[in-house]
C-alpha cells in the first residue's frame, strides 16, 4: 500500500509543474527524498490513471531527453506535447535543461514537505 502512496504523491508534484517547464526522473525522486527512486517515478507515471490529467509529459530523463520505452507509447507524443508548451528541443532531441528545468520557489517546496508520504 506504501508504493501507492507513492504513485499518489508522484503525480501531486508531477501536477505543480507548470506549462513550458520539465523536471527529472531523479529531481521528482529527490523532492520525495527518495533520491533512488527515479525509475519507481516513471513506473507512476505510466500508471496514472487517464482521469488525474497528470502532465507526465512534463518529466523527461537526466540527460534531458524523452525516454519513453514502453512500447505503449510513442516518444513523439511526449516531444509533441512539450513542443505545444513552447518546449524546444535541439537536433539531437535535447532539451536545454538549464533552460527548461523546473526551479521550484520555497512555497511549493513546503508543499511538498507538507504531502504526508509514505513509510520507507
Not at 537536433?91 to 526551479?103: E, F, V
Not at 514537505?113 to 520507507?120: A, G, I, R
Request: aromatic fraction near 10%.
Amino acid at each position: 500500500m506504501a508504493e501507492k502512496g507513492f504513485f499518489e504523491k508522484v503525480w501531486q508534484i508531477v501536477a505543480l509543474i507548470p506549462r513550458g517547464k520539465v523536471a527529472t526522473y531523479g529531481q521528482i525522486a529527490s523532492m520525495l527524498d527518495s533520491p533512488r527512486a527515479a525509475r519507481t517515478v516513471g513506473w507512476a507515471l505510466h500508471s496514472t490513471p487517464e482521469e488525474l490529467d497528470i502532465p507526465w509529459q512534463r518529466v523527461i530523463n537526466s540527460k534531458g531527453r524523452v525516454s519513453i520505452d514502453c512500447g505503449e507509447h510513442d516518444p513523439n507524443l511526449q516531444r509533441l506535447l512539450l513542443e505545444s508548451e513552447g518546449v524546444v528541443f535541439d537536433a539531437r532531441g535535447y532539451i536545454d535543461l538549464a533552460l527548461y528545468r523546473w526551479q521550484p520557489d520555497d512555497e511549493i517546496y513546503e508543499q511538498i514537505e507538507m504531502m504526508d508520504l509514505p513509510e520507507q
